[in-house]
């Protein structure tokens, strides 16, 4: 929920292992609740509000539809200030909106899968690719599913995608070319080739 999730590379899609999900989840409701919603400018504050009256209605936009169960929510002030709870979503399937589109608010997506090759299937279910999140403690594992995964950044056990001196950009419809890193002035730039004839 950084940013309140008004971030590209917010993790909004969550996809959990069958064998631990309700654990997963228990914990994750707990954390969710225990949340604090708050004035940014206090320093017990872990979320603020949204940016824009706009962007709220945007974000609740995506909490009334059909294909999903909203599993658990956190608190917010009322009053004053475009304020959103931290919401926990349960998609019937890859294909609900708030699977397919980018949320931009505190609303994340919790999807179980039974295997590595599933949960491979159901990352790649979109048509972005920007950045993702892997977590185990199998190397190798890490190492295959972040092969496979159709995505510009990925991170092994962090939540952190953008780092000022690796290339940042995504895959598909998340953007061309890569920003940031050595190779970035590439982007901005062409090579020049000058001979200078010396016989």
């Known amino acids: 929920f950084d940013n309140s999730g008004q971030d590209c590379c ?5 996809l959990v292992q069958k064998s631990v999900f309700d654990r997963f989840m228990a914990g994750f409701e707990k954390g ?5 919603v708050e004035d940014p400018n206090l320093d017990s ?14 974000v609740q936009s995506f909490l009334n539809h059909k294909d999903d169960t909203v599993a658990f929510t956190g608190t917010a002030p ?11 979503l349960l998609p019937k ?26 949960a491979i299937e159901l990352a790649n279910a979109s048509d972005y690719g ?21 995505s510009g950044n990925l991170s092994v056990n962090s939540h952190s995608s ?10 598909k419809q998340s953007g061309l070319g890569r920003a940031l890193g050595p190779d970035a002035l590439d982007a901005y730039t062409e090579t020049k080739n000058v001979f200078f004839a010396t016989e």
């Open 78 to 88: 009322s009053g004053a200030g475009y304020w959103m709870p931290p919401t926990v």
């Open 10 to 14: 917010a993790r909004s899609r969550i």
């Open 130 to 150: 920007l950045s993702g999140s892997i977590w185990t403690n199998d190397l190798g594992r890490a190492m295959r599913v972040s092969r496979a995964i159709e």
């Open 162 to 171: 953008v780092r000022f001196w690796t290339p940042f950009g995504g895959f």
């Open 93 to 118: 399937s890859v294909n609900a909106r708030t699977w397919q589109e980018e949320i931009f608010g505190p609303v994340v997506s919790v999807l179980p899968f039974e295997d590595e090759a599933e």
């Open 45 to 58: 504050s872990q979320m603020g509000p949204l940016v824009s009256k706009k962007q709220l209605e945007t």
């Open 32 to 36: 969710v609740k225990e949340y604090r």
